[in-house]
């Protein structure tokens, strides 16, 4: 939550006014849209199963995916779009 406040607050004067506010739709609209490419690329490139992808991109076999296996998997399967935050979007636990 504070990070998200910083980002909000990028002057660091401890109050978020209304447009700053409006940034974190913006974000949010990003993010989304980030993510619906991110899965109409993996449907191109696996087929409609996610699993698929999912196998992919979990080298290890550990049933979850580092942030470096994320990254080195996105890249080697040619997507070249904004990976990270999607990452971080889906890390809920921020365990990365």
């Known amino acids: ?8 607050d990028p002057s ?9 506010w409006g940034v974190l739709e913006l974000l949010y609209k ?10 109409k690329f993996c449907e191109r490139t696996f087929g409609d199963d996610l699993n698929a992808t999912w196998e992919f991109l979990d080298i290890s076999g550990d049933n979850s995916i580092s ?9 080697l399967a ?5 990976s990270l935050p999607i990452f971080r979007f889906l890390d ?5």
């Open 92 to 96: 809920k636990d921020d365990e990365g």
């Open 30 to 39: 990003e993010i989304r849209f980030s993510i619906q490419e991110f899965v």
């Open 67 to 75: 942030e470096d296996e994320w990254l080195q998997r996105v890249e």
């Open 12 to 20: 660091g004067e401890g109050l978020v006014s209304r447009s700053e």
């Open 1 to 8: 939550i504070k990070e998200v406040f910083r980002h909000l």
């Open 78 to 82: 040619g997507y070249f779009g904004p």
